[in-house]
């Protein structure tokens, strides 16, 4: 194979590798089962959705702040504003691409994950769950809060309500293995060129 036909067919290999779909939406096991990783919002979530039972917001905050799962550290609360805009996405009404905004509301209305239907995860309750973010810039003493029975948003008081909270994290905190399509692609194409400079040798 000449040095041209070579190179266009490194170059359809490599197009064709980039053209290949993306896995699905998925909550990945991390950490023995300890944690799960959204693959669409690109966090990491406790498989344990009650670690520290009913605390204040501060409380809360502090908790998490502190916690540590499987030796990892630099967890938080979800947010219900990620991109720090001032909306808050009513993800009952909101698209798919919209919901993303509110990382409890795509854990109930896009994942599925409920009171009735926790899986994979465990310890989900029907009470309020803390988020990170502050009501409005107007309203700075209450904090945005969700219900997984029904998928119902509401600002409580920071210092008088006393909710649950769950631990995310940003990023996905398990080793990210190489694709098994990537690896057999990378070897065949390593064998392919150890082939063609041994015919040139020869």
């Not at 996905?172 to 041994?198: K, N, T």
């Amino acid at each position: 194979m000449n040095s041209s036909r070579w190179s266009n067919f490194v170059a359809v290999c490599l197009f064709s590798l980039g053209m290949s779909p993306v896995a699905d939406a998925a909550l990945v096991s991390r950490l023995g089962g300890q944690a799960y990783y959204d693959n669409v919002l690109g966090v990491t979530w406790t498989a344990d959705a009650n670690i520290n039972g009913l605390m204040n917001w501060a409380d809360a905050n502090a908790w998490v702040g502190s916690l540590t799962v499987g030796g990892v550290g630099g967890w938080r609360l979800p947010s219900v504003d990620v991109d720090g805009n001032g909306t808050v996405v009513d993800c009952s009404t909101a698209s798919e691409l919209a919901c993303r905004d509110n990382e409890l509301g795509y854990m109930f209305f896009q994942n599925g994950v409920n009171v009735s239907n926790p899986a994979p995860f465990s310890n989900l309750m029907s009470e309020f769950y803390w988020s990170g973010t502050v009501s409005s810039p107007a309203n700075p003493f209450r904090a945005w809060v969700f219900e997984f029975s029904t998928g119902f948003l509401l600002a409580d008081g920071q210092a008088t309500d006393l909710d649950r909270a769950w631990a995310v994290y940003d990023g996905d905190i398990g080793a990210v293995p190489l694709p098994a399509p990537l690896v057999l692609f990378a070897s065949g194409l390593l064998g392919l060129i150890g082939v063609s400079r041994r015919n040139r040798a020869t």
